[in-house]
Nanobody
Framework: QLQLVESGGGLVQPGGSLRLSCTTS????????IGWFRQDPGKEREGVSC???????YYADSVKGRFTISRDNAKNTVYLQMNNLKSEDTAVYYC??????????????????WGQGIQVTVSS
């Protein structure tokens, strides 16, 4: 089973920063669009950001100007740098892959190879 692995979550105070990483040893990420998603209990998974296989980045309005997605193909890793974190950013974060691009990322459509998720908690 092809699966991504997330890391880098944790507890941070409002205004703080975290960097999430998404990687796998199962396949080469550079052929895929990679998205970051988050989910609160009882809510649907929502798209946060996506980077296409040619490096174009997309962001949800709620994180524009605060989050930056990037990919390092040499390390087979995609990062999500999260700055100026707010309490409403608290969620379990997942990464997923789509070989067709980022068009469905806002609704997590078309993505698979989901990781197990990682908790991000923003609290004082």
């Amino acid at each position: 089973q092809l699966q991504l692995v997330e890391s880098g979550g944790g507890l941070v105070q409002p205004g703080g920063s975290l960097r999430l990483s998404c990687t796998t040893s199962s396949f080469a990420l550079d052929y895929y669009a990679i998205g970051w998603f988050r989910q609160d209990p009882g809510k649907e998974r929502e798209g946060v950001s996506c980077v296409s296989n040619d490096g174009r980045a997309y962001y949800a309005d709620s994180v524009k100007g605060r989050f930056t997605i990037s990919r390092d193909n040499a390390k087979n890793t995609v990062y999500l740098q999260m700055n100026n974190l707010k309490s409403e950013d608290t969620a379990v974060y997942y990464c997923g892959a789509d070989n067709k691009g980022c068009s469905g990322y806002k609704w997590a459509l078309g993505f698979d190879s989901w990781g197990q998720g990682i908790q991000v908690t923003v609290s004082s």
